[in-house]
């Protein structure tokens, strides 16, 4: 795919074989020109100026909400809330709407392979409230069993908060199914959707989520912009957490009114060129079709999981049937090492926990390598690695 301008570069006299597609996505021109040209043409904030200029940067931003709330099957841009990114948006969830709804000895349930920023936000809750974390069982796959699952919801469960894909796993949640049962429970649930929402169709309505959130730098987007998908009902609920110029009504001296979601929870200048960024990368998506996005991943994913477990001693994590993330260990040899001898032959992996603390103690080591697919990858990317992952070996164990 020649769309995507960076990744003709050479690292370390090598093609560039960028696998780390979890962490964030590259660029394709489109989303550059239109975020050069929206600075160079249209720039100046939105909702205030009644000049043309003014009302040009609106048109743009706004028309970006509505793309996404397209692009999410949401029943309209009111439903979509421009943020910082998925942790923004599962933070505004947690103190904006759940604080005000948890007595002591209610339950939160999550599972121990979320990553940190659909936990911590969660525990900071739970604590100022009195509430309590419960841990969906997992199978040793990292699935959900869901009959054990039924079991871990009661009428004192007030929120589910799952990942779609699990950033480490590639496990696929059934959010559908998890929905019904929170849904029968009085609770909501909320979706870190992060990794999924590059990678498949998302559609938010079949899904039945009450929340979901994603970031835009990894859906071939800019960085510091994500958006948050609710339910208007439950957005009118929801209480800002940030407060300032931009989402008020009427300010008194002593007192305050704020707008209507999704704009009183977008306090201040918002990231107006990265949200059209956000918009041009949507249409991108859109112009590739999202059920081929998901069939390319799909294939090059399936395809690097059979390559990988042929090779002696490498150890891999979660499912056989997968999102875009393929997390795994060779021997005993660390996975910074690992990761640096890959990255001398032109491979970008990551390296670490992955921002999943609790799930590496599950799994029982202390971090893992991880290579993750985007739309621009291909079998002979998964060829590269393979053979790179022959010289770690030869490395290390001459």
Request: hydrophobic residues 45%; proline residues 5%.
């Amino acid at each position: 795919m020649n769309d995507f301008p960076l990744l003709e570069r050479e690292m370390n006299g090598r093609p560039l074989v960028y696998l780390d597609n979890a962490a964030t996505t590259q660029k394709p021109q489109r989303v550059l020109d239109v975020m050069e040209r929206y600075y160079r043409m249209h720039n100046a904030n939105v909702h205030r100026g009644v000049y043309q200029l003014a009302a040009e940067a609106t048109d743009l931003y706004e028309a970006a909400r509505a793309k996404v709330a397209a692009f999410l099957h949401a029943q309209g841009e009111g439903q979509i809330v421009f943020t910082r990114g998925t942790t923004e948006g599962i933070n505004l969830v947690a103190q904006g709407y759940l604080a005000q709804k948890l007595q002591p000895g209610d339950r939160i349930l999550l599972t121990v392979s979320e990553h940190h920023s659909n936990l911590v936000p969660w525990q900071r809750v739970a604590k100022e409230r009195g509430a309590v974390l419960r841990f969906l069982p997992l199978l040793s796959d990292g699935t959900i069993d869901l009959v054990a699952a039924a079991r871990e919801i009661t009428p004192r469960t007030k929120c589910i908060a799952l990942a779609h894909i699990s950033n480490v796993l590639g496990t696929i949640h059934p959010i559908r199914a998890l929905a019904d049962l929170a849904h029968a429970a009085g609770a909501v649930i909320v979706v870190d959707a992060a990794q999924s929402v590059p990678h498949m169709p998302v559609d938010v309505q079949a899904l039945d989520c009450d929340f979901l959130a994603f970031s835009g730098h990894k859906t071939y987007g800019p960085t510091g912009i994500g958006a948050l998908y609710g339910k208007t009902e439950l957005l009118a609920q929801t209480e800002p957490v940030q407060s300032g110029g931009e989402m008020i009504d009427t300010v008194e001296l002593y007192d305050s009114t704020w707008k209507p979601a999704p704009w009183k929870f977008e306090a201040g200048t918002p990231a107006i060129a990265e949200a059209v960024g956000l918009g041009a990368a949507v249409d991108f998506l859109t112009w590739l079709g999202m059920e081929h996005v998901h069939e390319t991943i799909q294939d090059v994913t399936q395809y690097a999981y059979e390559k990988l477990r042929e090779i002696e001693g490498l150890t891999l994590y979660g499912p056989t049937s997968r999102g875009g993330v393929i997390a795994f260990n060779l021997g005993t040899i660390h996975p910074h090492d690992v990761a640096t001898v890959l990255d001398a032959h032109g491979i970008a992996v990551r390296a670490g926990h992955h921002c999943a603390q609790p799930l590496m103690r599950w799994l029982g080591v202390t971090s893992t390598v991880r290579a993750s697919f985007g739309i621009y990858n291909t079998r002979a990317d998964v060829d590269a690695l393979v053979t790179a992952l022959a010289r770690v070996k030869e490395v290390f164990h001459p």
